[in-house]
């Protein structure tokens, strides 16, 4: 049956311009020059024996016969691609993971082991970055990303809320009397005073902040460090409760007041969609949210009920430190 299939790369190429709906940005997903692009639809065209596209002065739309044809395509193509990824992950044994600093270090690292033991077959090789992911280009299974949780051609999970409020060692806290009211903090060095988590806190908290500004400006740039500055007691730190559960539980950070920013951005777990089937993933997004599931209901148990306040929130994918 192989003489009634059309060229596949022409069939790759319309996938792409039938997803984008522009000439322009499938060619920059393919690496290819619009010419050619425009050239391999022609091919295509010619093969079914008509339009696809209507093309516009400012934009394409398909026709009713590439309405027809593009669910089909891209159907296709995510099975080959599962059936690639399926094979790739029996051959090689590697789960990539791309995730963010302090999610690594101060949650993460603390119970991949248990998920070794489970699947002592699969490798799990870890990605530590704060830039986005392009699955089509990089050897990356998997990734763990701070935001809204839309990103296009993504399945995405839910892990926790990237919420904030101050942290600042007891030590520190004693060494004027004790922190009492949310304006004491003012009295102490600031970690980073211009991220903007503080200026939001402060806010919620009825605090003019505004001196804030004329604070020198510094940044560790990953929540881990600002952690382990404050345990060492050279300032306070504005951190997210959930990745620091153990430096609160044995003291060497205090947690001063129940009141929480949430800007309505969270930690997220995120794979193409088109790979939501492969062996390696779904074992390791089971073991994840379960693992997920089972932090934050014994971390609830533990700590007294915090004031939660959402925030103005901001279209961004992550903050320039605070991952």
Partial sequence: MSFQLPPLAATRVFEAVARHLSFTKAARELGM???????QIKLLEER????LFLRHPRHIELTDVGQRLAPAITDAFAIIGEAYSAA???????????????FASNWLAQRLGAFQMTYPSLAVRLDTSTRLIDFAREDVDIAIRSGSGKWPGTETHKLFSADFTPMLSPALAASIGGVNKPADLLRLPIMDPGDIWWKEWFKLAGVDSGELATRTASSMGAQMYE?????????????????FQAELADGRLIQPFDLVGDDGHSYWLVYPTSRRN?????????WLLTEVERSL????????????????????FSSPKKR
């Fill in 48 to 51: 079914v024996g008509a339009q």
């Fill in 227 to 243: 952690a382990s500055a404050a345990i060492a007691g050279h300032g306070v730190a504005i951190l997210t409760r959930e990745l």
């Fill in 33 to 39: 020059t619009q010419a050619a692009v425009s050239y």
């Fill in 88 to 102: 790739r992950s029996g051959a090689e044994g590697v789960l990539c993971v791309s995730t963010i600093l302090t």
């Fill in 297 to 316: 209901q014994a971390n609830a148990e533990a700590r007294s009920p915090a004031v939660i306040v959402g925030t103005s929130g901001r279209s961004r």
């Fill in 278 to 286: 492969v062996p390696k993933i779904k074992a390791f997004r089971e």
